[in-house]
């Protein structure tokens, strides 16, 4: 009876709540099935994702597969479906004027994003090296490397202002907030975006008031699958995605 009302009550914002092996990815399929079938949802009008590519591609193949057994013909490989970084950056590709960046821009993964900072060491690390240690904490410089790079992701996934870090009476923070802004600044001269910023971009689209409606308007329905995974910016993209039509899905 749980799983019929995940399936059938779809208007509105619903939290699932299952542990493994309690049918939570076949509930979703089926409800995303049933929002085509009745009519509520065309295929592009919905939001699937999922906190693994291997995890979204599962969910699209199952729709497919029922969809045939129900003889159902419709364009299911329309569905927007995917890791919410995947499907960030294929709206910034479709927007990409609206953004500081080309088409063709090279994504970093977390290798080539230390290497990519290795590079610009100079510029984004070495500048703050207080007492032989950098940032006065790391003595190693794949090590401050590393330690930097997380606090970068973190600044971006959790929409700090650089400037209020740079404005601060702690050296820490204003130091770091000081190389985060030059290594956003090389990221979008050299063309690249790190998985965070990737969302960033995407987040900043949607508050673009010349684009924004044009984006949101194309969701009628937002369902996430792995929602404990969400970070801050992802929990807030998700929700400005709903916000017109207020029917989000969780799980």
Not at 57 to 86: C, M, P, W
Not at 101 to 108: D, E, G, H
Not at 205 to 226: A, F, G, P, W
Request: overall charge neutral; proline content about 2%.
């Amino acid at each position: 009876k749980s799983q019929q009302r995940v399936i059938f009550e779809t208007d509105g914002p619903t939290l699932v709540i299952a542990g493994p092996g309690t049918g939570k990815t076949f509930s979703l399929v089926l409800r995303t099935l049933y929002l085509v079938l009745s009519g509520k949802a065309k295929p592009s009008e919905i939001v699937l994702t999922s906190f693994t590519e291997k995890s979204a591609f599962e969910i699209r193949d199952r729709i497919s597969q029922y969809a045939k057994k129900l003889g159902v013909k419709s364009n299911f490989h329309e569905l927007i479906t995917g890791t919410i970084h995947s499907i960030c950056d294929s709206f910034n590709q479709k927007y990409i004027k609206y953004t500081q960046f080309n088409k063709n821009y090279t994504i970093l993964d977390d290798l080539t994003g230390g290497l990519f900072i290795n590079e610009l060491f100079k510029k984004i690390i070495e500048p703050f090296a207080v007492d032989e240690k950098y940032f006065g904490r790391w003595g190693s410089k794949w090590g401050a490397i590393s330690k930097v790079k997380n606090y970068f992701n973190k600044i971006t996934e959790e929409l700090i202002d650089a400037e209020e870090l740079i404005q601060s009476d702690d050296d820490f923070l204003r130091m770091i907030g000081e190389s985060y802004k030059i290594y956003t600044d090389c990221l979008i001269e050299k063309n690249c975006l790190d998985f965070s910023f990737q969302q960033k971009i995407f987040y900043d689209l949607l508050h673009n008031k010349s684009i924004s409606n044009k984006i949101i308007s194309t969701v009628k329905y937002l369902l996430i699958d792995e929602y404990q995974d969400t970070n801050f910016i992802q929990v807030q993209i998700a929700l400005t995605l709903a916000k017109p039509h207020n029917n989000i899905c969780v799980v």
